[in-house]
């Protein structure tokens, strides 16, 4: 047998061996039979390098050193998902989504919430060509080298999978793994670790390949995008098992809500003999058709929940009040606890959100408090243990003056939270904005941290974010922790920051109210930074999901002169403050003032390029027809509800065709 038939048929051999152990749990030859067959391919792939194959099982033992993890965006957008803990909050979900199909049945689907680091792996004619952390859902990090070293990830794929696509799933440690693992580092008298998910998480990020490979991690795959053909929920999980991804079975099509509850009431009970941990159901819309009509918010999509397993809970002493200072001058109060395990980490502080909550729950230092740690990544006090309240208690008294810079404190008309007004000489808020502005979803500057932001302000380089760019090597040098390499990287990253697209300088301005889809709109909108700053409040309400709240935060900070020097300044720097060439050539405002609602299945566009067509050229997509909608661009498969509802509101029913007619002018 020629030498390269042979190194195939151990490749082989090893996939097949490895995907019945690790995926289907059904060895048929011994671990040593492995290891030998194993080692076998190494040495011969050692001395044949011309053989190289990038899905090699010998991979999976790692070796590459990834210095730097570089940041990738996401070609479809990782979203999170609405949070549910109740039968009337899915009631209440399911009558929203029959109001936007018009009262049609549906089925759901129901898995479990795995609790572990969230993956996106990327295959291309059946083989993983990367791996992408989730990151902020718009961008993370290639961590493709660590991944291939987890053996129920296929490099491979069998069957009759797509040329292209998506797959999503959550990295995890199994309990026993986890458990092992600590073992060996108590053994070696070192701190154990906290919990699976974030020693899962902080795995991915390791710099040595073969340390990620020592680790027991494994991958559950739940969701796939880019791919066409799949026609529901189910099918996409049966497809990927049948093409070699591991898969749970515990999945359950469901017909009713009640289904659905009787489901999360069972592994709500059962989760504890899983071998992995769960903190919920997810339960998607199982019709795919039925999931793009549905569509997304600006953060999550409108067809998936997930129902959360009733959150921990724990009692410890209350010690201290204090008081954070935010970005926009809002006091955040902090309750600084005796430290307490929860829900696998060690909780010490949090957060008691405003006055109204203190006063609410009659909240006092000295007190025993309860504090969960549910839905919210920051534990809260949700009771006190008034039987274990002290006889010389005093009830808390709100601070009225900031505890950083001692300006009298302002709470607004309507609103929970109090605020500092000193938003040009509260040092908090200053640091805030750079931090903010600075930040990975922003102007995403290297080398540059909160930290360093905090240092630069204190050595009084800098006052403000447009100071950024006046920053010499020179002058970061002496600083502490700063060597001329570190010093000239954050230069050089401040420097090609200056190529940061129009929405996300607008983000990074820190406008209240002013978050990365408001940015994106207002951009769309008004195409460059000159036209937004003397846009009038009737003006930004006509945009596209403006409100008032956000219409009065813009037309205020534009009318604060400061503000104003600031973005005069920025824009003398070299940042970009109007749409790209590239931006601007695919807009137009030909659909302006007009919305549309899409429904059904289209020839030539898919849905999302439908709606961005709409968006592209100045006109609205709505998820519902009402009296305000100008057309209901109608596919193949589209509900009879609306067009009943169109056709008694005398909504013109156009085709695709007519559509792009109307786009084409």
């Given amino acids: ?8 048929l151990l490749r082989q051999e090893l996939r097949e061996h490895n995907y019945k152990y690790y995926v289907l749990d059904t060895p048929t030859i011994s671990d040593y039979e492995f290891d ?31 210095k730097n993890f570089e940041t990738i965006p996401h070609e479809h957008r990782m979203y999170s998902l609405d949070n549910s803990y109740s039968k009337e909050d899915l009631q209440d979900w399911e009558k929203r989504i029959q109001r936007i199909l018009g009262n049609v049945p549906i089925e759901f689907v129901c898995e479990l919430k795995y609790d572990g680091a969230s993956i996106s792996l990327t295959y291309e004619n059946g083989q993983l060509t990367r791996a992408v952390t989730r990151g902020d859902g ?12 987890i053996n129920s990830i296929p490099l491979q794929l069998q069957g009759d999978f797509p040329p ?20 060996e580092r108590i053994e070696n008298g070192e701190e154990p670790y906290m919990n699976p998910r974030n020693t899962a998480s902080g795995s991915l990020k390791l710099q040595d390949s073969a340390l990620v490979a020592k680790r027991p991690l494994d991958c559950l795959l739940y969701s796939i995008v880019g791919a066409k053909g799949l026609n529901t929920q189910f099918e996409v999980l049966e497809k990927a098992r049948q093409w070699g991804f591991k898969v749970p079975t515990v999945a359950k099509l469901c017909t009713s809500v009640d289904e659905v509850l009787q489901f999360v009431e069972y592994w709500d009970v059962h989760r504890h003999d899983l071998p992995y941990e769960t903190d919920g159901v997810v339960i998607k819309v199982n019709s795919v058709q039925q999931q793009e009509e549905l569509g997304y918010t600006a953060k999550s999509p409108r067809w998936a929940m997930a129902y959360k397993f009733k959150a921990e809970q724990v009692s410890t002493v209350l010690h201290q009040i204090t008081y954070q200072v935010g970005r926009t001058g ?3 109060p902090v309750a600084n606890l005796e430290p307490v395990l929860l829900a696998g980490t060690t909780v010490k502080r949090a957060s008691l959100h405003n006055a109204d909550q203190i006063a609410k729950l009659d909240i006092r230092e000295g007190d025993t408090v309860f504090v969960e740690k549910g839905g919210e990544i920051i534990p809260k006090i949700i009771a006190v243990d008034f039987t274990k309240r002290s006889l010389n208690s005093v009830p808390t008294r709100y601070i009225t ?55 630069l302000f204190k050595e009084g380089l800098i006052a403000n974010y447009a100071d950024l760019y006046t920053l010499r090597v020179e002058q970061i040098m002496p600083l502490e922790r700063m060597a001329e390499k570190s010093a000239e990287n954050l230069v050089k990253g401040v420097a090609a920051s200056k190529a940061i697209p129009f929405e996300r300088v607008l983000f990074a301005l820190g406008i209240r109210y002013v978050g990365e889809t408001v940015a994106k709109k207002l951009a769309k909108a008004y195409k460059n930074i000159d036209a937004l700053m003397v846009a009038t409040q009737e003006e930004f309400v006509a945009v596209d999901e403006i409100g008032e709240r956000i219409a009065d935060s813009v037309v205020q900070f534009f009318s604060n002169e400061s503000n104003r020097i600031l973005v005069e300044r920025l824009k003398g720097y070299g940042l970009q403050f109007s749409l790209s060439e590239a931006q601007l050539e695919q807009q137009s405002d030909k659909l302006k003032g007009q919305t549309f609602v899409v429904s059904g299945v289209f020839a030539s566009l898919g849905r999302n390029e439908l709606k961005k067509l709409i968006e592209d050229n100045g006109g609205k997509v709505a998820s519902s027809v009402s009296s305000k909608t100008s057309y209901l661009v109608a596919g193949e498969n589209m509900g009879p509800s609306k067009r009943t509802k169109a056709a008694g509101l005398g909504v013109p029913i156009i085709t695709e065709q007519e559509f792009l007619q109307l786009v084409e002018g």
Wanted: net charge negative; hydrophobic share 35%; proline share 5%.
């Fill in 1 to 8: 047998m020629k030498v390269e038939q042979k190194i195939a």
């Fill in 401 to 455: 003056h900031c505890p950083e810079c001692g300006t009298a404190l302002i709470r607004n008309a309507g609103e929970a939270q109090h605020f500092c007004p000193n938003d040009t000489g509260c040092p908090p808020q200053i640091t805030g904005r750079i931090q903010h502005f600075i930040s990975r979803k922003a102007m995403d500057i290297e080398g540059l941290g909160s930290e360093t932001v905090e240092l």
């Fill in 164 to 183: 292209k696509f998506d797959i999503r799933g959550e990295i995890i440690l199994t309990l026993e793994g986890f458990a092992r693992m600590n073992h």
């Fill in 138 to 149: 718009f961008q993370g990090d290639e961590v493709t080298t660590n991944i291939k070293t």
């Fill in 36 to 66: 030998m067959k194993l080692k076998a391919l190494q040495e011969l792939e050692n001395v044949h390098p011309e053989f190289y194959d990038p899905t090699s099982p010998t991979l999976r033992v790692g070796g590459e050193v990834t």
């Fill in 330 to 332: 809002a006091i955040t």
